[in-house]
Each structure stands twice: as C-alpha cells, then as structure tokens.
C-alpha cells in the first residue's frame, strides 16, 4: 500500500517552495473570513499527492484517511469542500506542474510525461512473487490500469520525453 503520509511529507515542502511568493503566513492564497481546516497549501499538496500516486478514486483516499490515518491528519477536510477547494486551487496546481518541469528541463522545449504499468506477475502468483519484497524501499503493488483494462502486480513506470 502506498504511506500517505510519507508521500505527503515530502511533497509538502516542494509546494511551500514552489508557491512561496503567493503564500500569506497562514498558508493559504487569500484571506479567509472563516479560517478553514486546511490551508489552501495542504489542499493544494494533497491533490498533487492523488495525482503522483495515480489515484484515480478520491472515495478510497478518504476512506484510507478517515480509518487508517485519522490520529496523523487531526482536523480531515470534508470530501466536497476538498472539490471545491481542489477546483478553486486549480490554477496554483497547474503552475506546480510548470514549476517541476522547470526544474527538470530549464529550456521551454516540449515535455511529454506519460506512465505505463511494470507487470511483474500474474494475479494468481502475487503471494509467491519474490522480487523486490526484500526492499522496503521498493515494494510493488496491485493496482488496475483503466486504459489497458487489466489489474497488474507490480510498478508504474513514469516517462519524460523532451523534444
């Protein structure tokens, strides 16, 4: 299974970083006259945080919030204000993106990200595979690929193609 919260820790400061000259002190973009949860940053890095891991269903990522990890995210966000946030936020989302491209190739050349599934085994030997199960660092999962329509146990490859 994917740790959230680890992921969360890490992206957190890339978009503190990333978004630092529109941020106020509060951590969100504009003032609020009802001081929210969450901060706009938290909205902004938990919807970049679905996005990495390629999660396609925000009911399992709540209901993994609300259960699992409910002691380490005190105050969680309600799933239709996080929309609504998420909506709202949108155009900071986008230049993350533009700000980690950045990074990555300095010059305005075309950039082309693309993931595909890294199928190690079929569904019926995942308890008998052993590769990669002696990192813990590295640990392949199941998970479903809706453009290829097949359920796969193993690792998302992600692709940068620059021009």
């Not at 966000?77 to 986008?94: A, F, Q, T, V």
């Not at 950039?111 to 890294?118: A, M, R, T």
Request: aromatic share 10%; net charge positive; charged share 25%.
């Amino acid at each position: 299974m994917y740790n959230l919260k680890a992921n969360y820790d890490k992206i957190l400061p890339i978009v503190k970083l990333a978004l630092n000259e529109f941020l106020l002190p509060d951590g969100n973009f504009k003032t609020y006259k009802n001081k929210p949860k969450w901060s706009d940053i938290e909205v902004v890095t938990l919807s970049i945080l679905a996005e990495t891991i390629s999660l396609d269903s925000e009911n399992w990522m709540f209901s993994k919030l609300n259960n699992d990890l409910l002691m380490i995210f005190s105050e969680l966000i309600d799933r239709s204000n996080y929309n609504r946030r998420k909506r709202r936020l949108s155009g900071y989302i986008n230049s993350i993106s533009e700000w980690v491209a950045q990074q990555i190739d300095g010059e305005n050349r075309k950039v082309i990200l693309d993931s595909i599934p890294l199928q190690i085994c079929m569904n019926p030997r995942i308890l008998r595979s052993k590769i990669c199960k002696d990192d813990n660092n590295v640990q392949p999962s199941t998970s479903y690929n809706p453009s290829l329509k097949m359920h796969y146990y193993g690792f998302k490859m992600q692709l940068m193609i620059t021009q």
